[in-house]
Nanobody, 119 residues
Framework: QVQLVESGGGLVQPGGSLRLSCTAS????????FSWYRQAPGKERELVAT????????NYADSVKGRFTISRDNVKNTVYLQMNSLKPEDTAVYYC????????????WGQGTQVTVSS
C-alpha cells in the first residue's frame, strides 16, 4: 500500500522556521522524484520545490528561493522541506508528491499538512 505521510506543519511567527517531513512507504523511494506543493485558500495548488530521484538537481519556485530547501534521505525514505524566513504569504496546506515516469506515470500524493504564518 502506497503511503506518503507529511508532518511538521503548524503555527509559526513571521521570520520563523519549520521543517516539513514526508515519509514514504509501499514503493521504491529512490526511483522517484519528489516535490512539495502548496495550496492557499482560494488559490490553485502551486509547485514549491522539486528534487530528482538522486537528489542531484533541486528546483524552487521564485517565491521561496533562498528561503526553502528540499532534501531527501534515501535510507529513511523521507523527504524534507526546510522553510526559513517564513512570511504570511507562505500560509497554505503543503503536500508531498512522488512521481516517476516508467512503463506508466506513477503519481502519489500525501494528505497535506497545514502551515500558518501569523503573529
Amino acid at each position: 500500500q502506497v503511503q506518503l505521510v507529511e508532518s511538521g506543519g503548524g503555527l509559526v511567527q513571521p521570520g520563523g522556521s519549520l521543517r516539513l517531513s514526508c515519509t514514504a512507504s509501499g514503493f521504491t523511494f529512490r526511483l522517484f522524484a519528489f516535490s512539495w506543493y502548496r495550496q492557499a485558500p482560494g488559490k490553485e495548488r502551486e509547485l514549491v520545490a522539486t528534487s530528482t530521484s538522486t537528489g542531484g538537481t533541486r528546483n524552487y519556485a521564485d517565491s521561496v528561493k533562498g528561503r526553502f530547501t528540499i532534501s531527501r534521505d534515501n535510507v529513511k525514505n523521507t523527504v524534507y522541506l526546510q522553510m526559513n524566513s517564513l512570511k504570511p504569504e507562505d500560509t497554505a496546506v503543503y503536500y508531498c508528491n512522488a512521481r516517476r515516469s516508467a512503463d506508466k506515470l506513477y503519481d502519489y500524493w500525501g494528505q497535506g499538512t497545514q502551515v500558518t504564518v501569523s503573529s
